[in-house]
């Protein structure tokens, strides 16, 4: 924490499932006392950009509700617990959601998604050699798509604002580069 920043509380206001939401009393250096909210993403969570043989990606297509439609992303998830090995949990959300699996799998990058106010980690990873292993095992929740897209036509996609979810963006991107 910065030496003119300092916590003096922090409160619990609503704890969740996979997030708590605190208040926290900060003295901002200044003479002034603000209050700030903080999101703790109690486990952390992993994704995986997986890319077919012919080179196309592999992407679902879900409802999320804090936007209120669908959206297109690449398979990603919580992990089981704080110790759970983030490819893992990548791998494992790579078959439940699409059902494929890799024969190859690096990381790619880790990012943070929104560090104004939550510490959500996610790791992200590249999945190639893929080969369908069976079918998608979703939760009772979950209506997931699978679709295969042209790398050309998902970077379309985010240069022109169709596609802006943060860690399938960065992943899109980190990819990118990687070819280069």
Same mark, same amino acid.
């Given at each position: 924490?910065?030496?003119?920043?300092?916590?003096?509380?922090?409160?619990?206001?609503?704890?969740?499932?996979?997030?708590?939401?605190?208040?926290?009393?900060? %003295?901002? #250096?200044?003479?002034?006392?603000?209050?700030?909210?903080?999101?703790?993403?109690?486990?952390?969570?992993?994704?995986?950009?997986?890319?077919?043989?012919?080179?196309?990606?592999?992407?679902?297509? +879900?409802?999320?509700?804090?936007?209120?439609?669908?959206?297109?992303?690449?398979?990603? #998830?919580?992990?089981?617990?704080?110790?759970?090995?983030?490819?893992?949990?990548?791998?494992?959300?790579?078959?439940?959601?699409?059902?494929?699996?890799?024969?190859?799998?690096?990381?790619?990058?880790?990012?943070?998604?929104?560090?104004?106010?939550?510490?959500?980690?996610?790791?992200?990873?590249?999945?190639?050699?893929?080969?369908?292993?069976?079918? +998608?095992?979703?939760? %009772?929740?979950? %209506?997931?798509?699978?679709?295969?897209?042209?790398?050309?036509?998902?970077?379309?996609?985010?240069?022109?604002?169709?596609? +802006?979810?943060?860690?399938?963006?960065?992943?899109?991107?980190?990819?990118?580069?990687? +070819?280069?």
């Amino acid at each position: 924490m910065s030496d003119k920043i300092k916590r003096l509380n922090r409160e619990l206001v609503y704890k969740g499932t996979i997030l708590d939401i605190y208040n926290d009393t900060m %003295d901002v #250096g200044n003479g002034k006392i603000e209050q700030w909210d903080f999101v703790a993403h109690r486990k952390g969570a992993a994704c995986i950009v997986p890319v077919l043989p012919d080179g196309k990606i592999l992407m679902v297509r +879900q409802y999320r509700n804090a936007i209120e439609r669908d959206t297109l992303e690449i398979p990603a #998830g919580a992990r089981d617990s704080v110790t759970e090995d983030t490819m893992v949990c990548a791998v494992r959300e790579l078959e439940e959601e699409t059902g494929y699996k890799s024969n190859k799998v690096s990381k790619l990058l880790e990012l943070r998604t929104t560090v104004a106010f939550c510490n959500e980690m996610v790791d992200v990873y590249l999945a190639e050699d893929l080969y369908l292993a069976g079918e +998608q095992q979703l939760d %009772d929740a979950e %209506d997931i798509r699978v679709e295969a897209h042209e790398l050309s036509d998902l970077l379309e996609m985010i240069y022109t604002g169709k596609m +802006q979810d943060a860690k399938t963006v960065a992943a899109i991107l980190a990819y990118a580069c990687k +070819q280069k």
